[in-house]
């Protein structure tokens, strides 16, 4: 059994790595990736608040100690990604091969090798799909191995805000991810009865009949039942019934 939890850190320096004259186009998130004239990332980030380290315990080692510290930031430079800001869960994939570290602080999630640490996917939820605007993303859950759906904070839907849904599909054969749907939680703020949406978390029993429905909680009270595969509300839980 292994143990990992994150934790936030300082600059997340980037090697210079880049060599040749040739130059590639910067992919979707602006970064030139090796193989270019320039420095990747020119040798930092712009920020005081990037990377984070992931301590890894292993149970079966039998004395409390870290078998392995990572560096988040090392760790997305190395598979050609950006180091993002504040890591916040470690989630595992059902088949314990991956996890998912979510970043409260951007817009972004790394998808980690379980036995490697080392960086496979890179999901990016800025801008997803069109009318798609990503906020911070707190939280989130696998359904099935090979889907991975993002509890945003305060994302936005078709300009809907009070945080959204977004669910990828993960290619882990190629190392990218594909969005595949967003749901938008500020409209079930009416039904609720609360003033306002924020999901934090979400989850379901893999294992069971129902394991496509997922509870969300949300921070403002009250939450929700969707369904991961329709992306839909399939029922809204009223804060009255919560006592």
Same mark, same amino acid.
């Given at each position: 059994? &292994?143990?990992?939890?994150?934790?936030?850190?300082?600059?997340?320096?980037?090697?210079?790595? %880049?060599?040749?004259?040739?130059?590639?186009?910067?992919?979707?998130?602006?970064?030139?990736?090796?193989?270019?004239?320039?420095?990747?990332?020119?040798n930092?980030?712009?920020?005081?608040?990037?990377?984070?380290? &992931?301590?890894?315990?292993?149970?079966?080692? *039998?004395?409390?100690?870290?078998?392995?510290?990572?560096?988040?930031?090392?760790?997305?430079?190395a598979a050609?990604?950006?180091?993002r800001?504040?890591? +916040?869960?470690?989630?595992?994939?059902?088949?314990?091969a991956?996890?998912?570290?979510t970043?409260?602080?951007?817009?972004?999630?790394?998808?980690?090798?379980?036995?490697?640490k080392?960086?496979?996917? %890179?999901l990016?939820?800025?801008?997803?799909?069109a009318?798609?605007?990503?906020?911070?993303?707190?939280?989130?859950?696998?359904?099935?191995?090979?889907?991975?759906?993002?509890v945003?904070?305060t994302?936005?839907?078709?300009?809907?805000?009070? *945080?959204?849904?977004?669910?990828?599909?993960?290619?882990?054969?190629?190392?990218v991810?594909? +969005?595949?749907?967003?749901?938008?939680?500020?409209?079930?703020?009416?039904?609720? *009865?609360?003033?306002?949406?924020?999901p934090i978390?979400?989850?379901?029993?893999?294992?069971?009949?129902?394991? +496509?429905l997922f509870?969300?909680?949300?921070?403002?009270?009250?939450?929700?039942?969707?369904?991961?595969?329709?992306?839909?509300v399939?029922?809204? &839980?009223p &804060?009255?019934?919560? *006592?």
């Amino acid at each position: 059994m &292994l143990f990992l939890m994150t934790a936030s850190a300082g600059f997340a320096s980037v090697p210079a790595r %880049c060599t040749e004259t040739v130059c590639p186009k910067p992919d979707h998130d602006g970064f030139i990736r090796p193989g270019c004239s320039s420095q990747l990332a020119a040798n930092k980030t712009s920020t005081p608040m990037a990377g984070g380290t &992931l301590y890894v315990h292993d149970s079966a080692a *039998g004395a409390w100690e870290w078998s392995q510290i990572v560096d988040l930031g090392d760790a997305a430079v190395a598979a050609g990604c950006v180091p993002r800001h504040k890591p +916040h869960m470690v989630l595992p994939s059902p088949n314990q091969a991956y996890v998912a570290v979510t970043y409260t602080g951007d817009r972004h999630v790394h998808i980690l090798d379980a036995s490697t640490k080392r960086v496979v996917v %890179c999901l990016d939820a800025s801008h997803p799909a069109a009318g798609v605007v990503g906020g911070a993303m707190h939280a989130g859950a696998w359904d099935g191995d090979d889907h991975f759906i993002i509890v945003d904070m305060t994302g936005s839907v078709n300009s809907v805000a009070g *945080g959204a849904l977004h669910k990828f599909q993960i290619d882990l054969a190629n190392g990218v991810g594909y +969005h595949m749907a967003s749901l938008a939680m500020g409209p079930s703020a009416s039904a609720r *009865g609360t003033a306002a949406t924020k999901p934090i978390a979400m989850g379901t029993n893999t294992l069971g009949a129902y394991g +496509h429905l997922f509870v969300v909680t949300d921070a403002k009270g009250a939450g929700s039942i969707i369904n991961a595969t329709s992306m839909t509300v399939a029922r809204d &839980l009223p &804060l009255t019934d919560f *006592g």
